[in-house]
């Protein structure tokens, strides 16, 4: 029986019991089910739909999408209750996707005609580059992120130390027997795809290999805070801070790396430090990992980090979507892994795992800050196999 996502419930409420239609924008990194979502959604609803992907259509070709519009409406002039719903997938491969959208939506409002209509994307910047028209009024969107370990549970039947190995990609699970295999899947049909077709071919890079070793170095450090002047020493081209900040940005917007600010009220301060990297799925590192899982499981301190990334990651895709904010903060040694900032509200995590005696930064922060909560996670506090199925913001 094939698993379905949360969000089905929610793609089912707006589309068929709200009164008020809104184009519905669902967005997040790729292979994460999210054509899969609406395909699932589709069988269930009694409504008539169109679907279409643009995913091969030229650039250039806007017109594309009022032909898709065009059958969407026949199929809604057909049915009894005079609904319908169209979809198309990969809406950013078409330029100024959002004038022609636009254009259609209003002429349907006009028309009194009830055509519903689900737009994807796999990128959050993306999607805002076709953005040239404004929607306000006319659209929510929905963050289809990373499966969680829960999820991953629930559908394969992963361990928490599966999940942290293996992340939270469904579609590479039938592989993992083969680890090989499965290394060469996450690196050849994600990471290389992601990089390739959502950034390269769509936003101007003018050093895709500086970028593409930022990705590698990111990984590699996840969970660690790296200024940006260090990192300049490691990389084989040259560049300046400004633009590492700039692919840092476009990593993040494509679901892959993330660059965490560090917590201070001083917000000049914030956007100035050095960011602390942290993957959105772990399997990012172990694709690109010289060992293998048993190996790993050997090494407290490097199994350690990748706990504290997968808790990272955990916090991160429960972030997006403007739900709470999540940074890291440092002073001098002390060091707290992870905040979360919402509504004023502060809230401290410390990971401790593996074997590595580090100090901790809680007591230190507790003072300057004030923090409304502070929790420990792994040695003897909360553990992080139980954290991974909390959802942060319950908290």
Known sequence: ???????????????????????????????????TLVQ????????????ASADAVMAADSVWISQQWEAARIACMKATDNKAVLVIDEIQKIENWSEWVKKEWDSDSAAGLELYVILLGSSRLLLQQG?????????????????SYSEMKEAFGFTPEHFVWFGGYPGSVPLMEDEMRW?????????????SKDILMLTRVDKPALMKRLFELGCHYSGQTLSYNKLLGQLLDAGNTTTLSHYVNLLDSAGLLAG?????????RQRSSSPKFQ?????????????NYEEIRNQPDAWGRLVTSAVGAHLLNHSRGGRFKLMYWRHGNDEVDFVMEKD????????????????????????????????????????????LQINPETL
Do not use: C
């Open 1 to 35: 029986m094939e698993y379905i996502r949360p969000l089905i419930s929610i793609l089912k409420k707006r589309l068929e019991n709200e009164p008020r239609r809104f184009i519905q924008v669902i967005y997040g990194p790729r292979q994460v089910g999210k054509t």
């Open 40 to 51: 699932q959604f589709l069988k269930q609803t009694a409504l008539p739909y169109h679907y």
């Open 131 to 147: 953005h040239t028209e404004s929607l306000a009024g006319r659209y929510e969107s929905t963050y289809a992120g990373h499966w």
């Open 183 to 195: 290394k060469q899947y996450i690196r050849d049909s994600l990471i290389e795809t992601t990089v």
């Open 260 to 268: 965490l600010e560090k917590f201070t009220p001083n917000q000049i």
């Open 279 to 291: 993957v959105y799925n772990t399997a990012l590192i172990s694709a690109q990992h010289s060992m």
């Open 344 to 387: 004023g509200q502060v809230f401290g995590l410390e990971i401790k795992s593996g074997s590595a005696r580090r100090r901790s930064g809680m007591q230190a922060f507790s003072k300057q800050h004030q923090p409304h909560k502070m929790l420990l996670i792994g040695n003897s506090g909360l553990p992080w196999q139980e954290f």
